[in-house]
């Protein structure tokens, strides 16, 4: 078991979690939040808050482009708060102006995880609107290619495969001590 204490002392900015969806960013977040006693935020639950609309409803009516202007201007607002962890959706580091943002205001950290626990994790899923259609796994190992090279800026990157809650949330906690 971690102590908090070695970690908390160090934190000067928000730390982001980015991946794909279905790669445990929220479930992560409010777990490392509660570990380390800080304040979790999940950008995609900000912006449904702020458009009473579900991340679904706001691809279909408003579109990609307009979604990422929101995404943009939310992840702005949580980027100013001190000590806190972000969930930031899976597309939002992709855009070069959030991409920007987060790695200049933030400590961002990729959870990697292999596509195949992913596509299962989003198998039954209504809610995704970039993985409409019938084969999902396809649909993830396309974003994959696209993405993987992005996310890999991030300044940390924690492999998360076979690993449970505790190990990824103690692994997450190890990392950012070595880069503190």
């Avoid at 579900?54 to 100013?80: D, P, T």
């Avoid at 939002?92 to 943002?101: H, P, S, V």
């Avoid at 198998?123 to 696209?146: A, Q, V």
Wanted: glycine share 6%; with cysteine.
């Amino acid at each position: 078991m971690i102590d908090k204490s070695i970690l908390d002392k160090d934190i000067q900015k928000p730390i982001v979690l980015i991946g794909h969806m279905g790669s445990g960013k929220s479930t992560i977040g409010k777990l490392l939040s509660l570990k380390l006693g800080i304040l979790f935020y999940d950008s995609d639950r900000e912006i449904e808050k702020s458009l009473n609309k579900m991340i679904h409803e706001i691809f279909q009516s408003e579109g990609e482009e307009v979604f990422r202007k929101h995404e943009l201007k939310i992840m702005s607002e949580l980027l100013s708060r001190k000590k806190c962890i972000i969930s930031a959706g899976g597309g939002a580091f992709i855009y070069d102006k959030t991409r920007e943002l987060i790695l200049n205001k933030s400590t961002s950290l990729w959870l990697k995880i292999d596509i195949t626990t992913i596509a299962k994790r989003v198998e039954k899923s209504k809610k995704r609107p970039l993985l409409k259609g019938p084969n999902k796994f396809i649909k993830m190992k396309e974003l994959s290619k696209i993405r993987d090279p992005i996310y890999s800026k991030a300044n940390l990157v924690v492999e998360t495969n076979n690993l449970n809650q505790t190990q990824i949330i103690d692994k997450i906690i190890l990392n950012l001590n070595e880069y503190l």
